[in-house]
């Protein structure tokens, strides 16, 4: 009730702002303000005690129920507050408030990390992220000690990006623990650590990571002006911190990568970029990202050089395939028939000749059935994931055919269009990828190879006029740097790897100095 | 003027090979064929060979007055009045040449690949691209050069690979069999369509190129290239074609691609072949398109052309429409009114300007 007549007494402002008047003397006029400005919500725990001797001095203790630890508060605070021994014994003697205070901060330091709090807006962020807030009567002054304990998911197998050969450890959903899994890989005093809250209720923790001395400082520089430019009310996930803080709005591309393995966090950050993790989701942000990065796994350094090599260049591959595929199909089956070789064009008209539509409605129609189950597998309760395939198998392979509806090639070039986008190791990249299909399939179906080919230089166009955080998106392709190959299309051994990306960072640029490894000598 | 834009050496060389190889290498063949029938290739030789010593002149001409376009020092040279009245009609020279170029392309797909197709809707796509290209700017543009190249080049090196099984050495016999006169035609010829218009590029360089002292190499360089890639298809077509079946193609090196077949199955792919011309002419159009932009910018004192893009493009269409009425009049003009043109734009202009430009830094010194 009361937090509704806030809300409307205040015209929508949210409450909890505006307290940032300092704490009373009185512990009951505290406790009275902070049940009103709570609402006195259930799970916000407050017990009086009093301590001392002859119970003399009232203390409050407040936590939040389930993200505060109990048996932490229960084993170190309760039951040496309690406690009517000598420890305690001092307190009712010291006369000066601040004394008390120390002595109370003295007994609760057994449980690590606490500060003062002076006012209400700094008790309810403690209180609010699972801290317990001792209160001592007859001073405007308090200790909230860390007691942070709430259920979380464990670490587990990461989903979106898994490898066959490496680590197999993902993000979770805690950003302390996201940040320990990056510390335990690099154990630098140079990799910093800072911690913003980035929204106006959900006061998220937003943390900035990088490697002084590598990262370009200009990058973290800008990356701070742009998470403090930030005024939303939520964060809940990092795709609004990606959305509000990236280059280029109004394009397809990605121009910002993410990743929920640490293993290639702490590789993100060996090369100089700059990792942004938000507290409640396993993704993290990485910048500056290239356009190249959305075709490297973290695999294709655990793998040997040259099988890499190939896997990367088979990604490019399903790239074009991906891209173009269907549309090159409609350009050659629609104007330039004579580039198949005579049988191969006999065999297809012989396929398309029931099909009552054009090549192009044909592969729109299969395209967009295609790309409905897939969200239907992605969105629909998993028990159900079954009939789904079925239906998929069934409807697209045998019985569209077998109607007569489409052609028995497009389901082919329909599948392997689907399977290439697959393979494209930046999911979101992926989908910017199917976006452009149709695009490129309109243009095919209307002006053949020509329309293709128009359409891709428009591409790169726009691919060449990106930039992410500064850096150009199509980099080294364009502008063209050849000591940067070594890591695009190429994958060379870890011993010429030698130098960090130069467009991102400058300074300190060698990454080691190493001779291929020599043969033993006999 | 947004003169803080500025690309490297190596993206102005492949800028320069995509201007020089152009619509260039679709047409040259046919024209120097007519001159100088199957010594035609010794013709583009001699006339890569003129190019070349052309570009040396415009390098020298770029070098006078460095860090400042073709436009700005007219307006030193001459004065502000007759400076700009001069500079007007080189940014006119790059508005027609658009116009053809996008002509051309036009042409070619209506006449070759969809003769059904209206030829507005090929222009009107294509001057689509331009516009884009335009607004996004030199830097981009340059940076999609450089992306494509590798694909340019692959496409080239692989059709001219699959051609080389079919070159009859007969059909370049007998060589030398008009004597030279002939030959030098077709050299001028060459150099003309190939090497003349460069002269636009000197609004490009070397005011937006970021190493003004390697800029005037990579101007030679990409017209070296670019000459070779022409020479190429001019030796591969006459040998394989023959001179007749050469100068009576409108767009030989089509006809050319057509004859590729590798084991009865790489057959007929000349339509892949031609997304290398699409390339090229969408880089020289821009070049043409941005030139003239930046210098009408430059002479009435804008300070950025980018609104100019799109009202441009819609022009730019119109007039291809318009710049030639049919095929008949575009073989009477690029054979008897090119040449001189070009020849006074490229050539009697800027030599006025070198003279008169030195002689007024003699008096000053």
Redesign the interface.
């Known amino acids: 009730m009361k937090i509704k007549k806030n809300f409307s007494s205040q015209s929508g402002q949210h409450q909890i702002m505006v307290q940032t008047e300092p704490l009373y003397e009185s512990l009951d006029e505290n406790i009275r303000k902070i049940k009103e400005d709570l609402g006195s919500s259930d799970d916000i725990i407050i017990r009086e005690i009093r301590i001392g001797r002859e119970g003399s001095v009232k203390v409050a203790v407040l936590y939040t129920d389930g993200l505060a630890d109990k048996q932490v508060i229960t084993e170190f605070f309760m039951e040496s507050l309690m406690k009517k021994d000598t420890l305690i014994e001092p307190i009712e003697q010291l006369s000066d408030g601040d004394k008390r205070l120390e002595s109370l901060k003295g007994m609760v330091l057994q449980i690590g990390d606490n500060k003062d709090i002076t006012d209400f807006a700094s008790l309810y962020n403690s209180l609010l992220s699972g801290d317990t807030v001792i209160l001592l009567d007859g001073y405007s002054q308090g200790i909230a000690a860390s007691t942070q304990g709430w259920q979380s998911r464990s670490i587990s197998e990461p989903v979106a990006q898994s490898v066959v050969r490496g680590p197999q450890e993902a993000f979770t959903e805690t950003l302390r623990t996201n940040t320990s899994m990056i510390r335990r890989k690099i154990k630098d005093p140079n990799l910093w650590l800072e911690t913003k809250q980035i929204g106006r209720v959900t006061k998220t923790n937003v943390a900035v990571m990088y490697i002084k001395g590598i990262v370009n400082d200009k990058i973290v520089e800008e990356v701070r002006k742009r998470l403090d430019r930030i005024d939303i009310d939520g964060i809940l996930e990092s795709g609004y911190i990606e959305e509000l803080i990236q280059d280029e709005v109004y394009s397809p591309f990605p121009t910002i990568n993410n990743t929920e393995r640490p293993d290639v966090a702490a590789a993100e950050l060996l090369e100089g970029r700059v990792v942004i993790l938000v507290d409640g989701t396993p993704f993290v942000l990485i910048v500056p990202t290239l356009f190249i990065s959305f075709f490297q796994t973290a695999e294709d350094y655990y793998q040997r050089a040259d099988i890499s090599t190939l896997l990367r260049i088979i990604r490019f591959i399903s790239l074009f395939i991906a891209m173009i595929g269907p549309a090159l199909y409609i350009a050659i089956t629609t104007f330039h028939q004579e580039l198949l070789p005579t049988q191969l064009l006999i065999s297809l008209a012989a396929q398309r000749e029931g099909v009552p539509f054009p090549a192009f409605i044909e592969a729109l129609m299969m395209e967009v059935t295609f790309e409905i189950l897939r969200e239907a597998g992605i969105r629909m309760p998993r028990p159900i994931g079954q009939a789904v395939s079925i239906v998929g198998t069934l409807v697209i392979g045998q019985a569209a055919v077998e109607a007569g509806i489409v052609s028995a090639s497009m389901v082919i070039v329909v599948s392997i269009t689907a399977i290439s986008s697959f393979v494209i190791t930046g999911y979101s990249m992926a989908i910017s990828i199917r976006m452009i299909r149709f695009v490129i399939m309109g243009l095919a179906a209307s002006f053949g190879i020509f329309g293709i080919v128009v359409a891709l230089i428009a591409l790169v166009l726009h691919l060449c006029s990106l930039r992410s955080f500064g850096i150009p998106y199509m980099s080294p392709f364009a502008p063209f740097v050849v000591g940067e190959h070594k890591d695009t299309i190429f994958r060379l051994p870890h011993w010429a790897l030698s130098s960090r990306p130069r467009l991102i960072n400058q300074k300190n640029s060698i990454r080691k100095q190493m001779s291929p490894p020599s043969k033993p000598k006999s | 003027m947004t003169s803080n834009v500025k690309i ?1 050496v ?2 102005f060389t492949v800028i320069v090979m995509f201007y020089t190889i152009g619509t260039t290498i679709l047409v040259i063949p046919s024209s120097l064929a007519a001159d100088a029938d199957q010594d035609a290739w010794i013709a583009a030789i001699l006339g890569w060979v003129l190019g070349l010593l052309i570009v040396g002149f415009y390098i020298r001409l770029g070098r006078l007055f460095p860090n400042m376009t073709l436009i700005e020092y007219n307006e030193k040279v001459f004065g502000k009045w007759l400076g700009k009245k001069i500079s007007l009609f080189f940014i006119f020279f790059s508005f027609i040449c658009a116009a053809t170029v996008l002509y051309y392309l036009g042409n070619f ?1 209506t006449t070759q ?2 003769p059904e ?1 209206p030829i507005e ?2 222009t009107i ?2 001057a ?2 331009v516009v ?2 335009l607004r ?2 030199l830097e ?5 050069a ?3 190249f590798p694909w340019f080049l692959l496409l080239f090196i692989v059709s001219t690979l699959f051609l080389i099984p079919e070159i009859e050495i007969q059909n370049i016999q007998p060589v030398f069999e008009f004597g030279i006169k002939p030959i030098m035609n077709g050299a001028l010829t060459f150099a003309s369509t190939a090497s003349l218009p460069l002269v636009i590029l000197l609004l490009v360089f070397p005011a937006f190129v970021n190493h003004p002292k390697d800029a005037g190499k990579a101007y030679f360089i990409g017209t070296l290239l670019g000459g070779l890639f022409v020479i190429i298809i001019t030796f591969l077509s006459i040998s394989i074609l023959g001179a007749d079946l050469s100068e009576r193609n409108m767009y030989p090196s089509y006809a050319l691609a057509k004859k590729i077949d590798v084991g ?2 790489i ?3 000349e ?2 072949i ?2 290398i011309w ?2 090229t002419i ?1 880089f020289k159009t821009t070049i043409y398109s941005f030139s003239f932009l930046t210098g009408l910018a430059q002479i009435f004192g804008f300070r950025d052309y980018r609104p100019f893009a799109l009202p441009y493009g819609m022009i730019l269409v119109v007039y291809s429409l318009v710049v030639y009425p049919d095929v008949v009049y575009m073989m009477d003009f690029d054979s008897t009114i090119w040449i001189p043109y070009a020849l006074t734009i490229g050539l009697l202009l800027p030599l006025i300007i070198l003279s008169v430009g030195s002689l007024r830094k003699k008096i000053k010194k």
């Open positions: 490297s190596r993206q797909m690949v969809m197709t809707s090929f796509l294509f689509g691209i884009m290209g996004l700017g981009v543009v340059a940076r999609t450089e992306i494509l009865n199955f057959q007929r792919v339509i892949l031609a997304g699409f390339m969408f």
